[in-house]
């Protein structure tokens, strides 16, 4: 079936350290989205991005379509960064795909 | 812009008996709403996807007589977990999708259900 494979499982950083995650799709994909999901649980839209690149203060999220892949790149880490990071994927319809995400841990 | 918000936002809830949840679309008309659920250790798994005035297809594993669903207009959609144990318990998301040719969902922060 439809998958997403995110990469690392989990990572842990000392602040000010950059990360680079990384999500691979088994099947060619209409748009995708990046999400933080917060210790509590709760979840937060960090990217819509189909293709190319997007920036947002400190993150950057890159999708190239044709390779079926995004990446997150996260700078200068802090400590309010710490939690799970999960990209999810549509294939051009309704359902989402979701990964099983990134646990981040920056300590001080 | 588009946002979407559901509540409560936590939920206790006794073993056997049933919790409802709602999902409220703002700045934009939600013609279908996925709901979805990411039980403990595991990722997020869609369990029925409602389109107004269009039946409510559900995944295989879900059903109706477990989760109902209303999806009474254009910015609000309701699930309820019936007779809700243990297994039950995760973070319930609605995803709302606007028109028929956009491919974004817009998702709620999610209602983490326990059941003691």
């Known amino acids: 079936g439809q998958q997403v494979q995110q990469s690392p499982a989990s990572l842990v950083l000392q602040e000010g350290e950059n990360a680079e995650l990384q999500c691979n799709f088994s099947?060619?994909?209409?748009?995708m989205q990046w999400f933080y999901q917060r210790p509590g649980g709760s979840l937060v839209s960090l990217f819509y991005?189909?293709?190319g690149t997007k920036h947002s203060g400190r993150l950057t999220s890159t999708t190239v379509i044709k390779e079926r892949r995004s990446s997150l790149h996260i700078s200068s880490s802090q400590t309010t960064d710490s939690g799970t990071y999960l990209c999810?994927?549509?294939?051009?319809?309704?359902?989402?795909?979701f990964g099983a995400g990134t646990r981040l841990k920056v300590i001080a | 812009g588009a946002l979407v918000y559901q509540y409560p936002r936590r939920t206790i809830c006794k073993s056997g008996t049933s919790m409802r949840m709602e999902c409220q679309a703002v700045?934009?008309?939600?013609?279908?709403v996925a709901w979805y659920r990411q039980s403990p250790q595991k990722t997020f798994e869609l369990i029925a996807l409602?389109?107004?005035?269009?039946?409510?297809?559900?995944e295989q594993n879900f059903t109706q007589e477990k989760f109902p669903i209303s999806h009474p207009n254009l910015s609000f959609s309701s699930m309820t977990v019936l007779n809700a144990y243990l297994e039950d318990r995760g973070l319930y998301l609605c995803?709302?999708?606007?028109?028929?040719?956009?491919?974004?969902?817009?998702f709620g922060a999610g209602t983490r259900l326990s059941v003691l």
């Open positions: 700045g934009f008309q939600a013609t279908s």
């Open positions: 099947t060619s994909l209409n748009s």
């Open positions: 991005n189909p293709s």
């Open positions: 995803g709302a999708r606007e028109g028929d040719n956009k491919n974004t969902l817009y």
């Open positions: 409602s389109t107004v005035n269009s039946a409510i297809k559900y």
């Open positions: 999810a994927f549509n294939t051009g319809n309704y359902k989402y795909v």
